[in-house]
């Protein structure tokens, strides 16, 4: 079964500073999925990878997925309190046929102002 | 230690029918949390439980319930289906401590389609 590791499994940072939370799959990713849970509002969709070396951004966080489709990173530019959460990384190893999803174990943001 | 698990795994139904979908969390957990992924699309929130009742719920339409029964477990319905309620529906449970959830994990989902 498809397996995804996420790191570090926590970080804190100091608001301001750049940080990068990754994800490595023992299997091809057909599809890569980063989601952001935030106190009582359940997962947050940030961005979808698909294409080997694609690479997408939204406002100040940056998704990249590697060329070989097994490793992605999120990376955060100038963190805010705003941005605290747990990020999950999700994966569809199936080639997209039946849309379940695997996750990683998440990695808890904390930023300090 | 047996995961979140879900039932059934996949329900066939025709428009205008209610389907029900049954989710056991993790045992230990408070917190039920019910998402719908339909074709193409991100995990969408539906609704969260944590001790029996309801603390949020996604924008959905009325016609999606559910309640979580005094062993946690949680059951989803979506009344008068329509064709768009075919998706894959995915249950989590975590641990609610003091104002923050855990871990999220999943169970493997129902699927269900509406025809």
């Known amino acids: 079964s498809q397996e995804l590791e996420q790191s570090p499994q926590s970080l804190i940072v100091q608001e301001g500073k750049n940080l990068t939370i990754n994800c490595t799959s023992s299997?091809?990713?057909?599809?890569l999925y980063w989601y952001k849970q935030k106190y009582g509002e359940g997962l947050i969709f940030l961005m979808m990878l698909q294409k080997g070396g694609e690479e997408k951004s939204h406002e100040k966080i940056t998704a990249k997925l590697d060329e070989k489709k097994q490793q992605s990173s999120l990376h955060i530019t100038a963190s805010q309190p705003s941005h605290a959460g747990i990020y999950l990384c999700?994966?569809?190893?199936?080639?997209?046929?039946?849309?379940?999803?695997?996750f990683g174990k998440g990695t808890l943001l904390t930023v300090n102002p | 230690e047996a995961g979140v698990t879900q039932s059934p795994t996949h329900l066939i139904k025709t428009r205008g029918q209610q389907a029900t979908l049954r989710c056991s969390p993790i045992?230990?957990?408070?917190?039920v949390y019910w998402y719908q992924q339909a074709l193409g699309l991100g995990l969408q929130f539906l609704l969260w439980?944590?001790?029996?009742?309801?603390?949020n719920r996604g924008n959905f339409p009325p016609r999606f319930s559910g309640r979580q029964f005094p062993n946690y477990s949680s059951e989803l319905n979506v009344n008068a289906l329509e064709l768009e309620d075919s998706a894959l529906y995915l249950c989590a449970s975590s641990l609610y401590i003091g104002g923050a959830t855990g871990e999220l994990f999943f169970g493997e989902g129902s699927r269900l389609t509406v025809l």
């Open positions: 299997k091809t990713l057909y599809g």
């Open positions: 045992s230990g957990h408070t917190s």
């Open positions: 999700g994966a569809d190893s199936s080639g997209g046929s039946n849309y379940k999803l695997t």
């Open positions: 439980y944590d001790e029996g009742e309801e603390r």
